[in-house]
């Protein structure tokens, strides 16, 4: 064994190191884009589903529910609608805004400014491998946002347990 074949065998071993190290970086990148990926689904205090229906049957079957409900629609926004009247491309995202007093006035009498999160809204959407979603705004979320206190907490509940069953009716038929 000459000087120069140790020499060829430690670039080697070191070349090798070198792969694994480059190898274990884009690991570690890739895991941190995905959890990355992963937290903006989990946005403070936003709950989404996926629906498993299109986007536009899904905000149909949304809007029903919510009427079915005795809840009043005020608006349905189409997003999408609005970007193409400008020439910008957007993917299917509609909001309804919906609500009924009796709800969302005990929350407004205890803290005014939860008036900027009412009436309520739901979010269909279509993602880039087009699955359609369906989020909305956690009431518990909003109650801690605007310090409601213990007095508003079966509104909370009440509130809550209405949004997850319209949102889950309309997403899983």
Not at 35 to 60: C, F, H, N, Y
Not at 141 to 146: E, K, N, T, V
Not at 153 to 168: D, F, G, H, Y
Request: proline share 6%; aromatic share 4%.
């Amino acid at each position: 064994m000459g000087l120069g074949q140790p020499h060829r065998l430690g670039r080697v071993l070191d070349s090798h190191a070198d792969g694994l190290l480059i190898k274990a970086k884009a690991f570690a990148l890739t895991a941190v884009i995905c959890l990355w990926g992963v937290q903006a689904m989990a946005a403070d205090g936003l709950i989404t589903i996926r629906s498993s229906l299109g986007p536009k049957e899904t905000m149909s079957r949304l809007e029903a529910e919510v009427r079915a409900k005795g809840m009043t629609v005020f608006a349905r926004v189409d997003h999408a609608a609005g970007a193409a009247e400008v020439g910008l491309p957007l993917r299917p995202t509609e909001v309804l805004i919906f609500g009924n007093p009796k709800g969302g006035t005990p929350l407004m009498q205890a803290a005014q400014t939860v008036g900027i999160d009412l009436p309520l809204k739901i979010l269909v959407w279509q993602d880039v491998s087009g699955t359609t979603w369906v989020s909305y705004n956690d009431p518990a979320w909003l109650a801690q946002r605007h310090g409601l206190g213990a007095e508003v907490e079966p509104t909370v509940k009440a509130l809550s347990a209405a949004l997850s069953a319209v949102a889950k009716t309309t997403a899983v038929p």
